[in-house]
């Protein structure tokens, strides 16, 4: 008992939902953690409405910054020794393709995060990027908890090693909206997105969005958000275009 007091290091009573956490923890981790409560943060959702002691909210907002920088750096790191003839614009467009939106919320999904959250909010209300938005927190709190080696070793074997595959991602597109206005600005082809409905409310809301390229109507779609049926209808866009751009 006296050596799991040593490893947990918190102030408050010991329970068997603290031992679960540490075991599922250490699972993921690949190292036992030091001290939970950054991980129990990592994992707070802002509707629990948390502080600290001297008044400071308790959630994971903040972690996610700290994750965030903590990837992109031991990602560049990779990258640059990796990839000795990568200019800067090709380094940076790669980072990119592996911290994308996308890519962390399929990370956070791999690793199953969600099943740590503590929120007041269903777990069916949350949009796609809690997913993205908890593994950066993650990330937070291992370099918080064990510090910069310790996290660039996580980042190594947990992330690079299984997920980073330079071919592949050099042929990968982020945003096929990006893609498309950066090619329709080099052909000279003048582009335009038109929503022409919206309806619903809330989470319910919907967009429909028309793409025009030298006033033409090339693409439609639905979704959510607005930025979301661009994406959509963007990557309907490529498709049609797909050998002229991929040409260039």
Known sequence: MRIIKKIFKTSRPLSSEDGIF??????ILGFKPNNIEHYRKAFTHRSMNKLDEKGHPINYERLEFLGDAMLGSV?????????????EGYLT???SKIVSREHLNELGKDF???QFVESKVSPQHFGEN?????????IGAIYLDKGFI?????IQKKI???YVDIDRLEGKVISYKSLLIEWCQKEKKS???EIYDDNGTGNLKHFAVKLHIDKKVVAKARATSKKKAEEIASKRAYFVFQSQIDSK
């Open 22 to 27: 540490f075991e599922k923890l250490t699972s």
């Open 150 to 154: 310790y996290c660039e070793k996580f």
């Open 191 to 193: 582009f335009h997105y």
């Open 93 to 95: 467009k790669m980072r």
């Open 130 to 138: 809690v997913h993205g938005n908890i593994f950066e927190a993650f």
């Open 75 to 87: 990602i560049a790191s990779h990258l640059f020794s990796k990839v000795p003839n990568g200019d």
């Open 160 to 162: 690079i090693e299984p």
């Open 112 to 114: 199953n995060l969600i």
